[in-house]
């Protein structure tokens, strides 16, 4: 049984938003944050993240195959879900949860599969047997790669992407919108939380992108590109800005408003979130990382290769451990204030084992880069011969003719 | 268009998928589901016969138990329902008119909820520390050697 | 693949004319049979589900009750109220509620000019006994709370399969086979009177006692209350006391800022009360 200080309603003492409803976001955040990525390249045209545009899509998508888990985990009758997308009730943010998904779903696939058709054709005329008529399957049974159809699937990337940005926000902000829209709970009623949610889901994304791009590059022996790195590094700072100003924007406003739920939530920040919120998302993770990249971009013509590559790679890490806090402290600290506005309870303690422990949110943390792996063993995610670079070295002018008119 | 074959493909896909789905779906959708709102219909009815009632009200004892009734209407106790003390009239006459013993709490403990003085009760309600109204031990049944039940005024 | 462009061969040869070799299909010829496909079936979908949707329009779920002939409220004076707990003992009988869970429950507040103190030991299921607080209190009061069976409900606006709904009659409820248990409608509730059964995984919570007032019988908790702390009454009858207090005396809600339109009404409440 948890201890209340206070008064709590009798009812209100149960944690039932648990482990797994702080990993959902943080795992949509990852599927919002890479997809704005891609489509910076894809839509946006920015070549300086050319070299990290595929890597980026690849890890939307693995992330967005994941995502319906951590719900099914939680819900107290699994095999009900499906109800979402059969009878949804369209006055809930959760029930939009069916349709978003799915739609998003197919656009993304829909973008894989124009990006990596020429990719999969290459491999179903290289492969034999089992392999081949996989990938034939995979090719819808069409082997046309001439300059047209190269250039039709180019424009219909880019039509992809441009319904897929909103729809990767509307994903994620709409996850926002499930916490801003309750009234009744004072730590989440605010029309500030879909653009919060949304902005640090883009940190977390680049923050990802960043530690995956040069891990990555390490393991394959390739050269990360350094252009691409202080492109990718400058977003995330921007991002990261904007994200902080809100966090501090909606605690500043209560602060000085000081209506009837003030008393409560200092409290709450003050005691059950002290670590959490306060020296983890705002110290740890929000004033170090904003130092640490304001270094690497302000002084970016000065610095050496491996120090910008260290400043922003623990940046980033400390970015990610900042999104994840966010997400808890939102999430669980809500529950932990009792409606009645007078007390509150105990901090929640994850089970390690169980359907909602510990154990299961680092398995769904692990199997996004499993997909990632299957996805560049049966796809490929870098070219063959390609290094990190924006000009292609040491390729022909057709390698780079064919590579300029779609990423 | 002649390079367009995929795409018509891929959409040809996509649109086999919806239909499958909206076919789907179209079977799972409850019969009763929007016929007065998002919801299935046929749970009002089924929640009205959820369960069978448990309490009975006072009435309902005074039909077998006359005595006890017209004590208890004409003495203090006389909003207190019989089932307050004893229990809802379900453990007594089960659904096939049989009886079982109805139970009674005897002891101190039941008054005491009810009179124990506590500064939240309206003053004007009976109520006593029990400690100091008592002549010995607060223990079993030491209410009930004076008072009746059902009417308890001296 | 191959096998698909023989198929498509097949269907166009009911259509060739005879004695001709059939072309292959042309993209318009194509689209054309396609789209006729998808929209055969979607007319097809579109007739079942209106033949489903639409069976027994107006059919009501039990003859002899008719639920547009009732709307009910409930009434709460707070001043009467002794804090004996009877109320939480019969809900929990009369209904199966689980242990540490309440579909109701009494509150006690202790007030004085220094402070406040609120508390609701076990729900109030046992009573109350004394207690000491750190500041004179001048006044002292229990409050006997549940859902409120709001009009504007945020439970039922958040629940997203429709497992939630609110009858004709005026009562909030949980259809228990479609309930995902997905504990968004605890979140939203303002008053904190659901919870999570923990055996059926489901959400649940007062139901004004839905299977007796449909009898013509009180909920469980007004008919054991011994001092006509809480009332229930039918707005819709003539002659209903709940209706005149509700209609002419100086009544309260909970949480009256948030817009709910909470159909449980209170006499003599206090501004400590939230």
Redesign the interface.
């Known amino acids: 049984m948890p201890e209340i200080t206070g008064y709590a309603f009798p009812n209100d003492i149960h944690v039932t938003w648990s482990l797994m409803i702080v990993m959902y976001p943080y795992i949509t955040g990852f599927v919002a944050g890479a997809f704005i990525v891609t489509s910076l390249y894809h839509l946006f045209g920015r070549e300086e993240f050319r070299p990290v545009a595929r890597l980026a899509m690849a890890t939307s998508f693995a992330f967005l195959l994941v995502a319906g888990l951590p719900l099914q985990l939680h819900l107290g009758h699994p095999e009900r879900g499906p109800l979402v997308m059969i009878t949804p009730h369209f006055t809930s943010a959760m029930a939009g949860f069916g349709i978003l998904y799915s739609s998003y779903l197919v656009v993304l696939a829909l973008e894989v599969w124009f990006v990596w058709r020429e990719e999969i054709i290459a491999r179903a005329r290289r492969s034999r047997g089992l392999k081949r008529a996989f990938y034939a399957v995979a090719a819808l049974g069409t082997y046309d790669t001439s300059p047209e159809a190269l250039e039709i699937d180019h424009r219909a990337i880019k039509v992809l992407a441009g319904i897929g940005l909103p729809m990767a926000c509307m994903l994620h902000g709409y996850v926002g919108f499930i916490f801003g829209a309750i009234k009744a709970n004072p730590w989440w009623s605010t029309p500030l939380m879909p653009v919060i949610f949304l902005l640090s889901a883009a940190v977390s994304g680049i923050a990802l992108l960043i530690v995956l791009y040069q891990l990555t590059a390490k393991l394959g022996s390739r050269p990360v590109d350094q252009q691409c790195l202080s492109a990718l590094s400058r977003w995330l700072w921007f991002f990261l800005i904007l994200t902080i100003t809100l966090e501090l924007l909606e605690i500043i406003v209560m602060a000085y408003e000081k209506s009837e739920s003030w008393l409560i939530i200092s409290e709450l920040l003050a005691s059950r979130l002290q670590f959490s919120y306060i020296t983890v998302q705002m110290i740890v993770g929000g004033l170090i990382p904003l130092i640490l990249l304001a270094i690497v971009v302000l002084m970016n013509r000065y610095l050496h290769e491996r120090v910008r590559s260290t400043l922003s790679t623990v940046a980033a890490l400390l970015c990610l451990l900042q999104v994840f806090s966010m997400r808890w402290n939102i999430v669980v600290g809500g529950q932990l204030l009792s409606k009645s506005l007078r007390g509150l309870r105990s901090p929640y303690e994850p089970e390690l084992f169980g359907r909602e422990g510990v154990l299961m949110a680092i398995v769904l943390l692990i199997i996004p880069f499993v997909i990632l792996f299957v996805f560049d063993r049966v796809l490929g995610i870098w070219r063959r011969g390609e290094g990190g670079g924006g000009a292609q070295a040491g390729s022909g002018p057709a390698h780079a003719a064919r590579g300029a008119s779609h990423g | 268009?002649?390079?367009?074959?995929?795409?018509?493909?891929?959409a040809?896909?996509?649109?086999l998928?919806l239909?499958v789905?909206?076919?789907t779906?179209?079977l799972?959708?409850?019969?009763?589901?929007?016929?007065?709102?998002?919801?299935?219909?046929?749970?009002?009815?089924e929640?009205?016969?959820?369960?069978?009632?448990?309490?009975g009200?006072a009435q309902a004892c005074a039909d077998c138990h006359v005595e006890q009734s017209k004590k208890r209407a004409a003495g203090r106790?006389k909003?207190?329902?019989c089932?307050?003390c004893h229990?809802?009239l379900r453990q007594h006459v089960k659904e096939d008119g049989s009886i079982d013993p109805m139970p009674v709490d005897r002891s101190f403990t039941l008054c005491?909820?009810?009179h124990?003085?506590?500064?939240?009760?309206?003053a004007s309600?009976p109520q006593v520390v029990p400690e100091q109204h008592v002549n010995g031990p607060l223990e079993g049944k030491i209410c009930l050697e004076c008072h009746d039940p059902h009417s308890p005024k001296l | 693949m191959a096998g698909r462009n023989d198929a498509l061969r097949v269907i166009q040869d009911c259509q060739a004319p005879a004695g001709g070799e059939p072309a292959a299909p042309t993209r318009r010829e194509f689209l054309g049979d396609a789209l006729k496909l998808a929209s055969g079936a979607v007319v097809f979908l579109a007739g079942s589900a209106g033949a489903a949707g639409g069976a027994q329009p107006g059919k009501q779920p039990d003859e002899a009750y008719n639920w547009d002939d009732h709307l009910y409220a409930y009434l709460i004076d707070t001043t009467k109220c002794i804090g004996c707990g009877s109320c939480v003992r019969a809900c929990k009988v009369e209904n199966g509620v689980p242990d540490g869970f309440y579909r109701t429950w009494v509150e006690r507040y202790l007030i004085g000019m220094e402070g406040s103190y609120v508390d609701s030991p076990n729900g109030g299921m046992d009573g109350f006994t004394p207690v000491q607080v750190g500041f004179v209190a001048n006044k002292s009061f229990f409050v006997p709370k549940m859902c409120n069976h709001c009009k504007a409900t945020p439970c039922i606006q958040v629940c997203p399969v429709g497992a939630s709904y609110r009858t004709k009659d005026g009562v909030v409820m949980v259809d228990d086979t479609r309930c995902i248990g997905c504990g968004y409608c605890v979140q939203a509730c303002p008053y904190g009177s659901r919870f999570i059964n923990p055996a059926t995984h489901t959400a649940s919570k007062c139901t004004w006692c839905y299977h007796r007032i449909t009898k013509g019988l009180k909920p469980a908790c007004v008919t054991v209350c011994p001092t006509a702390t809480r009332q229930f009454g039918d707005m819709k009858r003539e002659d209903d006391p709940v209706r005149k207090a509700i209609e002419h005396e100086r009544v309260e809600i909970m949480q009256p800022h948030l817009l709910t339109e909470p159909q449980c009404y209170y006499l003599h409440l206090d501004k400590e009360v939230r």
């Open positions: 268009m002649e390079h367009a074959r995929h795409v018509f493909r891929v040809l896909v996509v649109v998928a239909v789905f909206m076919l779906r179209g799972l959708v409850p019969k009763s589901y929007g016929m007065y709102g998002p919801y299935r219909h046929d749970n009002v009815a929640q009205m016969n959820a369960r069978k009632p448990a309490f009200g106790h909003t207190v329902n089932e307050v229990g809802p005491t909820r009810c124990r003085k506590l500064v939240t009760r309206p309600f």
